[in-house]
């Protein structure tokens, strides 16, 4: 059997796949089971921070396996307690709690919330708001966090207690705040999947104030947005706040599954033992990768990843297209459908992404400068 007649007969129909198996990978570049090139303007959707089989990366992780791949949150191990102190180091804040996925991360996030509330507010304070078209992920709380009523349909009960606002307006935000008992506001900076809409700084800036009024919790998530991809190392760091919870994951160990809940010195402390936990959760081996994902990611590198997202801006504004985004974070207003010009990309040989009616770019984030001209010339040619 094709590996396609395989995956339709053995796994759950939840993936509309292209039509492409991918077989092999360097770099920015991958090959179909056919041998056709690709430019990866996805990077596995944020994920392949460094494209395929990085030998940086790949040298982490095998020295990593060899040496020691997982023991269990019963012991300490040098990746994940590494790991931790670089992300307090370059973030400010002052604890992390390690898991596997974005969705997780958030959870743990929306758990420092509650917790944080019911003890300094009573529990009552159950509320999270988050914004209209946001994403957060595909548990029953997250799902419930995510701000896109179709998500929702037929998977009803979600967990209770979230309460949806309009991104960019600061008053309906703070009527909601006025109406009922928060414990916690969770925003993405750039929402990815809602259509790669950036937030306008005064409305971030307003976000933190209205917490810090009415001491609600402020929680960034930076799954997508985070670990380089806007050209700072957290997108947050563009507009001058601190947040109190920053979730993250994708990029975070370029490849391997790593989720990470970062908690500032106000909620350092809610969560003791016995609260949460993961088996997977700061895995030795996810650890080092992350560990050497971020060594890399200094201001020069983080430099580039600007240049080349201004780079891509410059080339689609002045082909007459809409541009929305941060840093290597992209969306295209296009003019036909966003399927023709996805399938239009893959005939000129790149691989994009959709985020709503947008084609969106996420490409890894050290792609070359000559690949990148190519891909951007193919895209140019398939969005007509
Ligand atoms: C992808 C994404 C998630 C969910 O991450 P998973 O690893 O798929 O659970 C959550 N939030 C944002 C902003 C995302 O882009």
């Known amino acids: 059997m094709s590996i396609k007649t395989t995956d339709e007969r053995f796994i759950a129909h939840t993936y509309k796949r292209f039509d492409i198996a991918i077989a092999a990978g360097e770099g920015s570049i991958c090959y179909d089971d056919n ?29 990593q396996a060899k040496l020691l791949q997982h023991t269990s949150n019963l012991y300490y191990t040098a990746p994940c307690a590494e790991l931790a102190e670089i992300l307090c180091t370059r973030t400010g804040m002052s604890k992390v709690f390690f898991s596997n996925s974005g969705a997780e991360a958030n959870e743990c996030a929306v758990k420092v919330a509650r917790k944080y509330a019911s ?31 179709a998500f929702h349909e037929k998977f009803t009960p979600l967990t209770e207690g979230f309460l949806y606002a309009e991104p960019n307006d600061i008053e309906g935000l703070r009527k909601l705040v006025a109406e009922h008992k928060v414990a916690g506001i969770l925003i993405e900076t750039v929402q990815g999947e809602g259509g790669v809409n950036a937030l306008s700084p005064e409305y971030v800036k307003a976000v933190e104030a209205v917490c810090k009024e009415n001491d609600i919790i402020f929680m960034v998530d930076e799954v997508q947005t985070g670990n380089g991809r806007t050209g700072k190392l957290y997108s947050y760091m563009h507009f001058g706040v601190q ?93 036909k459908p966003v399927s023709e010009v996805l399938a239009a990309c893959i005939e ?26 190519e891909a951007v010339d193919k895209i140019i040619e398939a969005l007509g």
């Open 35 to 63: 041998g056709k090139r690709y430019i990866d303007m996805t990077s596995g959707i944020g994920v392949n921070a460094f494209g395929y089989a990085d030998p940086v990366w790949a040298e982490a992780v095998t020295n």
């Open 348 to 373: 000129n040989g790149v691989l994009c992404l959709s985020a709503k009616e947008k084609l969106r770019l996420l490409p890894p984030l050290n792609i070359p400068m000559d690949l990148l001209k």
């Open 119 to 149: 003890e300094h507010k009573g529990a009552e304070y159950y509320n999270i708001i988050t914004l209209n078209k946001s994403f957060h992920g595909r548990t029953l709380t997250t799902l419930a966090a995510t701000g896109q009523a």
């Open 243 to 335: 947040p109190d919870v920053v979730s993250t994951a994708k990029g975070l160990a370029a490849g391997l599954p790593m989720g990470a809940t970062l908690m500032s010195e106000k909620v350092a402390d809610v969560l003791s033992y016995g609260d949460h936990g993961s088996t997977f959760g700061g895995n030795p081996v996810c650890a080092a990768a992350a560990i050497s994902v971020l060594n890399r990611m200094d201001e020069a590198f983080l430099a580039e990843i600007t240049e080349k997202g201004k780079y891509i801006k410059e080339r689609l504004t002045a082909a007459g297209f809409e541009v929305s985004g941060l840093g290597l974070m992209i969306g295209i207003k296009t003019k």
